[in-house]
Nanobody, 115 residues
Framework: QVQLAESGGGLVQAGGSLRLSCAAS????????MAWYRQAPGKQRELVAR???????NYSDSVKGRFTISRDNAKNTVYLEMNSLKPEDTAVYYC?????????WGQGTQVTVSS
């Protein structure tokens, strides 16, 4: 069983910064991919950023240059540093872990950016 626990969401003004964390626990093998997704009200869940075990990264065009994904493999933890936040970044952010045994999700953390 794999569990993901997110933290770090909150309310911030436009232009501000937040850092999300997601700690994975359970039977986790190397070679996994961790990612952050988000879902705004009335919209589909979308990929924000992804990082492989070897730390190769991908970003959505909407966050490129503003967000940075990183990970600590020893702690099975992934981070999302969010800078220059915009009101359109407002969403529930979900952590995702993809490994051979399946695809796992966190419970989500709310990020609200006020204008």
């Amino acid at each position: 069983q794999v569990q993901l626990a997110e933290s770090g969401g909150g309310l911030v003004q436009a232009g501000g910064s937040l850092r999300l964390s997601c700690a994975a626990s359970g039977r986790i093998c190397s070679g996994n991919v961790m990612a952050w997704y988000r879902q705004a009200p009335g919209k589909q869940r979308e990929l924000v950023a992804r990082i492989t075990y070897g730390r190769n990264t991908n970003y959505s065009d909407s966050v490129k240059g503003r967000f940075t994904i990183s990970r600590d493999n020893a702690k099975n933890t992934v981070y999302l540093e969010m800078n220059s936040l915009k009101p359109e970044d407002t969403a529930v952010y979900y952590c995702n872990l993809a490994i051979g045994t399946g695809n796992y999700w966190g419970q989500g953390t709310q990020v609200t950016v006020s204008s």
